[in-house]
């Protein structure tokens, strides 16, 4: 009888583990690890703002630094040269910085790059989607939408995104 009942017991707290783990990795936004549109344009807007007030240079050196105020979660803010098509900020794999980028396209032969160019140029902000490997995943693109905010006044744009 109390061989049952620990067994009984064992099977209860081994559901209820369950229960909890999977709650803990289904539910969207329990986990917090993964970046909301919210934060992507907040987070270009913030981006922005301190190119405006402290310098292109100056702004460069926070978005490439890796612990940084603009690497969150999954995601972090990028910039690009729209006339030379150079990646200018790239946190996570700085080795990327100053490549030409304008004409990279998805696993699917979209041009992507080339479309957030366009956009920044002609509405000045918006969203593009893509595929793209997850930072840290095993290299799969999956599917990606990136926010695209261009500088007043100068021919760069920031763009920051989030993983569907």
């Known amino acids: 009888m109390r061989k049952e009942y620990a067994m009984k017991r064992l099977v209860v707290i081994a559901a209820l583990f369950s229960v909890v783990l999977f709650s803990f990795f289904a539910v969207p936004g329990l986990t917090q ?34 612990s940084g105020p603009f690497v969150w979660k999954d995601s972090y803010v990028g910039c690009v040269n729209m006339e030379s098509g150079r990646l200018l900020a790239q946190p996570l794999v700085p080795s990327y910085i100053g490549y030409e980028i304008k004409y990279l396209t998805d696993a699917n032969g979209k041009a992507y790059m080339a479309e957030m160019i366009a956009l920044a140029e002609s509405k000045g902000e918006g969203w593009v989607s893509y595929l793209y490997p997850r930072p840290g995943g095993d290299g799969t693109p999956v599917s990606k939408v990136s926010y695209v905010l261009r500088v007043p006044g100068q021919k760069v744009f920031v763009l920051a995104g989030y993983y569907e």
């Open 33 to 66: 690890d993964r970046a909301t549109s919210e934060e992507c344009i907040a987070k270009c807007k913030e981006a922005v703002q301190l190119i405006q007030e402290a310098g292109l240079e100056a702004a460069l050196a926070k978005m490439n630094d890796k």
